[in-house]
């Protein structure tokens, strides 16, 4: 069995192509995962990562899903979103059944410019984001996306519709409340 060790203060253990800012959501051979890259936090926002409430929805169109997410203690104000980026993903990266089963969500501060881990922390999604996460995958393996046309689908829909908007819209939602004694 692969063990990665993430340990805050060190080096983030896995790969992340997507240079700046921003988040990244991925469901692979690892399990589900949202990596929050911000280059400028402090330790109040470490904690607000860490422990704070959250918000966390899904919004799909044109075969995209969406992850929307507002955390409090970090962003004053407004959702970010991540799009699920299965099509630039090989078929041996994809999640597997198994994977698939557990609904814990991992989540991960990083800061972006030295690729450090600042904070993490482990989520227990709903039923109701858990099961869209699975059919929006399973769909998925029969409606493949190439590279290309998932990107371009993602920059359209950017183009469309702000964070704000695909929450509006959104398929399923979850409070994360506060997680006091961790």
Known sequence: ??????????????????????????ADVNGLMFILKLSRTDVIAWEAFRTGKMELALYEEDGVLFF????????????GDAPLGLALLKPEEWPTEEILKDKTLHLYLVDST???L?????VQLNDELHS???????????????PKEYTEKVHRLWQKLPSAAMREKALAVQQVALALGH
């Open 132 to 146: 869209t996460i699975k059919d929006y995958i399973e769909s998925q393996k029969e409606n493949k996306l190439s």
């Open 118 to 122: 600042l904070s993490l922390r482990q």
């Open 114 to 116: 030295l690729g450090v």
């Open 1 to 26: 069995m692969n063990y990665t060790n993430f340990e805050v203060g060190q080096k983030f253990p896995l790969p992340i192509k997507e240079p700046g800012d921003g988040g990244l959501f991925q």
């Open 68 to 79: 929307l997410y507002r955390i409090d203690g970090i962003f004053k104000e407004g959702w």
